[in-house]
């Protein structure tokens, strides 16, 4: 049977991302959940996403989620690629065939937009120009094994290419016409379906249910709200995630907590209904 392990950080927004699929895959139709999933807490506050175990035996870019498992050849490196792993293997009702191609070509736009765009509303000036990593800091002790240095250097070269522009002004204003641009199309196919005639209806409507799409867009529609950038949402998904942010799967991934932290919620490691699916 298939057992899994994922790595995941509780306010890592793709892991949010990766933990929806997960809850929702089971209550889907013809659902084949794997044996086990294990959640391994990943302290991405601390670093421990940049530690030489997981650089060089987990995830090469340092990124969270990953997913490794008794069945895969190799570590899922993202949220994207674990969670249409999932639907494929698992949850074949998440990825649909009659809307599969829509789902993959949105979900890879979703994914193309450098989170950090629309995350932070308040960079500073210095982050404008380069949006540094702890990496380069690490890079500068001695006594570094010469695996650990030359897979820090790669996990360098992946942020400054993904993350070290991500706010530079013109990257930031493309993200959010790029961002509206979705949502406005998802609207579209919540009309087509008649969606947009409840609130808490999926994309897709009833008879299709959740999918692929819906795990990973009701983080992003509520990571918008909470960084304060509720105006790149239309109004109409403003509502759902209202509605949604109360759903059973949901209360599982968050527990009533919003998706960006602070340092009034207390420490992330405290958190321990967090650690478990």
């Known amino acids: 049977m298939a057992e899994y392990t994922l790595y995941s950080s509780p306010f890592s927004f793709y892991s949010m991302m990766a933990r929806h699929t997960i809850q929702l895959g089971p209550i889907t139709r013809d659902a084949r959940p794997p044996q086990k999933i294990t959640l391994s807490f990943v302290n991405h506050r601390k670093n421990e996403n940049l530690k030489e175990h997981y650089l060089l035996t987990v995830n090469p870019n340092g990124q969270i989620p990953a997913m490794t498992g008794n069945v895969l050849e190799q570590p899922l490196t993202d949220s994207l690629s674990i969670s249409l792993y999932l639907a494929e293997k698992h949850y074949p009702a998440m990825l649909p065939a009659e809307h599969a191609t829509i789902i993959r070509d949105l979900l890879e736009r979703i994914h193309a937009i450098h989170g950090p765009s629309y995350s932070n509303k308040n960079p500073t000036a210095e982050m404008k120009q380069h949006n540094p990593s702890p990496v380069e800091d690490i890079l500068r002790k001695n006594g570094l094994s010469p695996e650990y240095r030359t897979a820090l250097e790669a996990k360098l070269r992946f942020h400054n290419k993904n993350y070290g522009v991500a706010f530079r002004p013109a990257v930031v204003a493309k993200a959010h016409t790029d961002l509206k641009t979705i949502f406005e199309e998802i609207i579209e196919h919540r009309r087509q379906s008649g969606a947009s005639d409840t609130a808490a ?15 990973h867009l009701l983080p992003l529609v509520l990571r918008c709200i909470d960084a304060g950038n509720a105006e790149l949402v239309p109004p109409e998904l403003q509502r759902w995630a209202g509605v949604k942010v109360k759903s059973p799967a949901w209360q599982k991934v968050m ?3 919003p998706t960006v932290w602070n340092p009034s919620m207390g420490p992330i490691e405290d958190m321990q209904e967090m650690m478990t699916l």
Not at 201 to 215: A, I, K
């Open 255 to 257: 527990h009533g907590r």
């Open 201 to 215: 209806e999926w994309t897709f409507g009833t008879q299709v249910g959740p999918t692929v799409l819906d795990s």
